[in-house]
Structure formats: structure tokens, C-alpha cells
């Protein structure tokens, strides 16, 4: 540990101990509900998708003993959309190609929610 | 909330990831911007390769536990604990003086195994490494990067 680090562990800690004991659990309580309080914002929740999305385009090019891998992956990706839409469900069309539906996608294939707060781009399909 | 807390967030040396990034993000029409850091010990508070911080880390939330006596911090994420110790440093810059953190992003990587290319150590063993991890670099002032050496290194 070099001194710059012993010093800031040392001022993180005197910080800790001279904060008010309230003033410190409800600056814990905020920022943990950061996270965890309700349902993400739709560009919280469109980021996760992403995501997943990021994660497919990198097993494209993997071989049949990944595509299991894939189609437990969007079995999963279709359970946490169907949490929060009802109209936006991942079909699998072949082995390891599948086809994203969204009933909501303009002529371009961009997606957007009822709440304008982000607009999204989801291919239409990411066949291999 | 970012991986990372608020900041500006680059992929260690990794331009595939940079490429799926601006495909998935920008529409497809993006460019790949190369700069170079120097990951020096009191500027990043480096997760991946210095384990004197990976210690430091664990420390520091113990602490703010004992301290608080509360047990929510134990199920903080990283991003809820940087927001925490970052609004500290800004008055006092000691308690936290580095300029970015770096870490390794290892979601799905057992899965992705060939993307990650992990590798055994021994053929009778299944021990691991892996060695195309996804590492991410938040810089919390971009002001503090040297953007001389900003290039393009690949445009769509």
C-alpha cells in the first residue's frame, strides 16, 4: 500500500466516523435505492437490453455447441420482456437465428416507448 | 446508474467491443477513438491489475459497514459505492484521489468462453484464465486525459 493509498483510506475512514450516524444511514438509504427502488427508466431498461443484444452479436459467429447457449440466452431475454412488455417477444426462427418482433418499430427499425424518454434502436434481426 | 458511477467510459484496448458498442448504440454510424492513459497507482484506482487496490476496495467497504452499522452496503454494487465515496471526495479530495477506475467486466464470460478466450493452465487441471477479458476504464474528467494523443482508428 503506497502512502497517497494509506493516506485516502485513513481520510475515508475519519470521514466515516465523524459523520452523523443519521446523516450517514440515510445518504446509505438513498443511494441504495438507486438501484433497487421500483421499475428502471425505460433508458435504464432499454440499456440492459442493449446489452443482451451486445452479447448475441458476439456469439454470431460461434458453433452449434454455443447455439444452445444462445437459445437459453434469449429464452432468458424473452422472460425479462415479458416483465415489462407485453407486446415485444424474440422468436427463434432457426437453430441459431432469431428474429426480434416489436410491434412498436417505425419503417426504420427503431423502437419507441409511450414515454418518448429515449428512443432505442433494435435490429430487426440479428440472423448469423 | 453507470458501471462505474458518472464519468466517461472507454474499453482497455479492445476494439471489437468499441465496434459492437457504436453498432448497437449509434446506429451503426460511429467512429472508434484511440487515446492513451498512463494507469499510474495514485491516479487509477486500478481493480484489474493492482491488488493493492482490489484489497483497498473490500477494505473501505467494510468499514463504511462497521461503521454505519447498516447492512445494506454489504449488497451495494459498485456504482452505488463510488457514487457514495466520489461525493466525499469532491470536498475532500483525499478520501478518494483518483482521476478514473478501471475494472473487468466478466458477465456471461464461462459462456461466451471463446469470445473471452479463456484458457486452461494445465490439461489435467480446470483451472482458468482468461485472456480477452472486458475491461472498462471511467474517467471522471476528460479534462484530465491527455487528448493530444487522441487518433481514429476506425470510422463505419
Redesign the interface.
Known amino acids: 500500500m503506497d502512502d497517497i493509498q494509506k493516506r485516502s483510506l485513513e481520510a475515508f475512514e475519519e470521514m466515516l466516523k465523524s459523520m452523523d450516524k443519521k446523516e450517514l444511514n440515510d445518504l446509505i438509504e438513498e443511494i441504495s435505492s438507486m438501484d433497487t427502488a421500483g421499475e428502471p427508466t425505460v433508458a435504464e431498461y432499454f440499456n440492459q437490453i442493449e446489452e443482451q443484444f451486445a452479447h448475441f452479436y458476439f456469439s454470431e459467429n460461434m458453433d452449434d455447441d454455443c447455439s444452445k447457449n444462445n437459445m437459453d440466452h434469449f429464452q432468458s431475454f424473452q422472460n425479462i420482456l415479458n416483465t415489462k412488455y407485453d407486446n415485444v417477444f424474440v422468436q427463434e426462427s432457426t437453430k441459431i437465428n432469431f428474429n426480434i418482433l416489436l410491434n412498436q418499430q417505425d419503417a426504420n427499425g427503431i423502437f419507441d416507448t409511450s414515454t418518448k424518454s429515449k428512443k432505442s434502436m433494435l435490429k430487426n434481426s440479428l440472423a448469423a | ?1 453507470q458501471f462505474l458511477g458518472t464519468g466517461y467510459y472507454f474499453w482497455d484496448n479492445n476494439l471489437e467491443l468499441a465496434k ?2 457504436g ?3 449509434y ?1 451503426g454510424k460511429y467512429a472508434v477513438i484511440e487515446v492513451d492513459f498512463d494507469l499510474k ?2 491516479s487509477c484506482y486500478d481493480l484489474v491489475g493492482n491488488r ?2 482490489q ?2 476496495l473490500a ?2 467497504l467494510n ?2 459497514s462497521v ?4 447492512n ?2 454489504k ?3 459498485l ?2 459505492f463510488f ?3 466520489r ?2 471526495a469532491v470536498s ?1 479530495r ?4 483518483y482521476e478514473m477506475i478501471r475494472a473487468i467486466d466478466l ?2 464470460h464461462k ?2 468462453e ?2 473471452h478466450e479463456l484458457i486452461l493452465f494445465t490439461e489435467d487441471k480446470d483451472n482458468y484464465t482468461v485472456i480477452n477479458p472486458k475491461i472498462v476504464i471511467c474517467v471522471f474528467d476528460k479534462n484530465r486525459l491527455n487528448l493530444q494523443t487522441k487518433r481514429i482508428v476506425f470510422t463505419s
Not at chain 2, 67 to 70: E, F, I, P, R, T
Not at chain 2, 94 to 97: A, E, H, K, L, Q
Open positions: 446508474m459492437v458498442w453498432k448497437h448504440h446506429n497507482s495514485d493493492s487496490h484489497i483497498d477494505e473501505r468499514k463504511l461503521n454505519s452499522g447498516s445494506k452496503t449488497k451495494w454494487t456504482s452505488q457514487t457514495f465515496i461525493k466525499f475532500n483525499d478520501i478518494f484521489p458477465l456471461n459462456k461466451y471463446k469470445v
